[in-house]
């Protein structure tokens, strides 16, 4: 299932990826640092919610609160959540 995520507080303004069960694929930012995210993206491609929330949960940028890969670990959370209502 393809799953779009609006992040808040970051300089990506959304997530697209795909998941099924619990896994994460096809990971795409909008906006943001391109490079450092499409590495994101190919690194966590394959990964469980779980193993992406231990990684990148909590992780900020400057003095932000939060980061764009810390926007991913509540994406893949909130997608997970919902496929399993």
Partial sequence: MEY?????GTCSSKIKFN???DVITDVEFT?????????????IDGLTVDEIEKKLNGIICGNKS?????QLAKAVRCAY???NK
């Fill in 81 to 83: 959540e919902k496929l």
């Fill in 19 to 21: 998941i099924e069960n």
């Fill in 4 to 8: 779009i995520y609006k992040t808040k």
């Fill in 31 to 43: 906006g943001g640092c391109n490079g450092n995210l499409q590495a994101i993206a190919k690194l």
């Fill in 66 to 70: 939060t980061s764009c890969a810390d």
